[in-house]
């Protein structure tokens, strides 16, 4: 297994691909819900539960509210604003701007709007930059899917070898046990002597302690398995033991060129690493739109009140009668007095209350026109932004390129590994064969006198060896050829 340790997280990913909808179904009714999980059952759970995949949802439900945001630029902004307070002193009337010494309340209201007419084409290509920035997060999800998908079936996988080694090792115990039954019969019968004895009972230890590694294996690959689907661990947890059938000795291999060249097309974290390229590069022109002017259209209205505020309605005159100043008048003789009379008429200020919204209705303002920011100098911040957005490009790049390089790599070693699988299985089951025709030859000759327990374990432990040797050659072989099916975009389902 260590060969293929590092080759089962390529497999992972597509050995439930074929019957993703049967799996659906059973998920609706409950994963494990019969107490034994298959492989679909498992993914299809931790595809909805695992937490890692949850929040790469949320990533993409964020890049989907960035969207909708910078479509919803374009639209005009509208903000109302007031206040209301008491004055006491000195301060200036807000209704007619004269000094006032009072108490009084006051109150300002307003609205004002502004729609954006250019910006440099900024608002265009953050809309496709938020698109291209969304479709790569369903492809992020995707691949977070995958990950998971990769966990998932490495366990799983890696509980139906140790079952597996289980079986031999079970196998091997027994006839072990066996042989040691008709040995001690014969020692008691005096046809052999005591170490022969000795000798099975220290291989059947060996035999045992063979099993119970494969069983802690497959414990530890339950509790794993359990662990990535966030279920609280029990021993009544159990997996469904697929059918997989011997592999083909001669397959058909196809060029590793050739299926890099089909991955290209599928593989959804390339797909990703294009899509964040082609993001960066309108983010440059975003950088670069801050170089233009800006034209907005604005409008407004505001109104004010102020509680000692009167409402002006006009003037009257008013006759207060004659007065009799004290002035004396004389002729040119001066030998008679008369007294003047002046009429007191007055005019005087008429108004009424004023109340809140008459005041606000008799006070409204309104605005409109145009405004135009034209950049000159702000501390170099549009230069620095371009310089940042393009190297954001250049990383970008780097990560396409790397995500390329890492898939070709990939493949081309999943290229030879399955050549290199598919010599050895060939040598692993002819291996069996020969191995398990000595193991029976000696069994007879055991049984006969004519070898002894040390060379008849010699033997028998290179059985266990070749057993053991094509169980790990069988799935590392077919698992070799799955990565292949895998990146060819083929039902990888057995």
Do not use: C
Request: no cysteine; charged share 20%; proline share 3%.
């Amino acid at each position: 297994m260590k060969k293929m340790s590092n080759k089962v997280l390529l497999l992972a990913l597509g050995l439930t691909l074929g019957g993703l909808n049967s799996a659906m179904a059973q998920q609706q009714q409950g994963a494990g819900s019969d107490g034994i999980w298959s492989l679909q059952e498992a993914v299809e759970y931790a595809k909805a539960n695992n937490l890692n995949v949850r929040q790469s949802s949320l990533n993409r439900e964020l890049s989907r509210a960035d969207l909708v945001q910078s479509r919803n630029n374009r639209l005009p902004s509208l903000n109302a604003n007031g206040s209301y307070g008491f004055n006491t002193g000195s301060f200036q009337d807000p209704v007619n701007f004269t000094l006032t010494t009072d108490n009084a309340w006051s109150a300002n209201g307003g609205i004002n709007a502004s729609l954006p007419l250019f910006a440099g084409f900024q608002q265009v290509n953050q809309i496709k930059q938020q698109e291209l920035s969304l479709e790569a997060s369903e492809q992020e999800f995707l691949s977070a899917q995958n990950d998971i998908t990769i966990q998932i079936v490495t366990a799983y996988l890696n509980i139906l070898f140790a079952n597996e080694q289980m079986a031999v090792s079970d196998l091997q115990r027994n006839l072990t046990n066996q042989q040691l039954s008709r040995t001690r019969v014969l020692f008691k019968a005096g046809s052999l002597a005591e170490n022969s004895v000795l000798d099975l009972e220290s291989q059947l230890a060996t035999d045992e302690l063979n099993y119970i590694t494969a069983q802690n294996q497959r414990d530890i690959s339950r509790l794993t398995l359990m662990q990535l689907l966030n279920i609280p661990t029990t021993e009544e947890f159990q997996v469904e033991i697929p059918n997989i059938p011997e592999p083909d000795a001669n397959p058909v291999i196809v060029n590793g060129s050739q299926v890099y060249d089909i991955a290209l097309q599928t593989l959804p974290a390339i797909k990703a690493a294009d899509l964040r390229l082609r993001s960066t590069e309108k983010g440059v022109e975003v950088a670069q739109g801050a170089y233009y002017p800006r034209l907005s259209l604005f409008a407004g209205a505001s109104s004010r009140y102020l509680s000692t505020s009167r409402f002006f309605t006009g003037t009257e005159t008013v006759d207060l009668g004659s007065n009799r100043p004290q002035i004396v008048y004389y002729d040119n003789n001066r030998t008679r007095s008369e007294t003047l009379y002046f009429p007191n008429i007055v005019t005087q200020r008429l108004d009424e209350d004023y109340p809140l919204f008459r005041q606000f209705e008799g006070n409204l303002a309104t605005r409109v026109g145009l405004s135009l920011d034209i950049p000159i100098f702000n501390g170099f911040q549009v230069r620095t932004n371009v310089q940042r957005a393009k190297l954001q490009q250049q990383n970008a790049q780097l990560n396409a390129d790397i995500a390329r390089n890492n898939l070709r790599q990939t493949i081309e070693q999943a290229h030879v590994d399955a050549l290199a699988a598919q010599r050895r299985y060939a040598a692993a089951r002819q291996q069996v064969n020969a191995s398990e025709k000595n193991f029976r030859n000696a069994e007879l000759r055991l049984q006969s006198g004519v070898i002894n327990t040390v060379d008849f374990n010699v033997v028998a432990n290179t059985y266990r060896s070749a057993q053991s040797n094509l169980v790990q050659a069988k799935y590392d072989y077919t698992f070799k050829l799955k990565v292949l099916d895998f990146y060819q975009g083929k039902d990888l389902s057995f």
